[in-house]
């Protein structure tokens, strides 16, 4: 079955920077898109970025040009480098595709 599993949360300081993996299974992986979304405490969630299956991404204006979102189809990973962390990034960070939503990597960015 799909199965999408998130790893590289933590604990980073302002202005650090993480990277997020999506491990991606269960699907044709090259075939598809892949989203990051966030998830805040009390917040509704909300999309951060996304991946098409020929590579092009997009982002929502909140990260652009702090996040890069890339995809590595031989490993079938997705990645989201964050650059420029603020402690309005903190949040649980989940990917998503063919309908399907990983269990979350927690993201706390210190002020």
């Known amino acids: 079955q799909v199965q999408l599993v998130e790893s590289g949360g933590g604990l980073v300081q302002f202005g650090g920077s993480l990277r997020l993996s999506c491990a991606a299974s269960?699907?044709?992986?090259?075939?598809?898109?892949i989203s990051w979304h966030r998830q805040d405490v009390g917040k509704e969630r909300e999309w951060v970025a996304a991946i098409s299956a020929s590579g092009i991404a997009n982002y929502a204006l909140s990260v652009k040009g702090r996040f890069t979102i890339s995809r590595d189809n031989a490993k079938n990973t997705v990645y989201l480098q964050m650059n420029s962390l603020k402690p309005e990034d903190t949040a649980v960070y989940y990917c998503q595709g063919v309908g399907s939503w990983g269990q979350g990597t927690q993201v706390t960015v210190s002020s």
């Open positions: 269960g699907f044709t992986f090259s075939g598809y898109p």
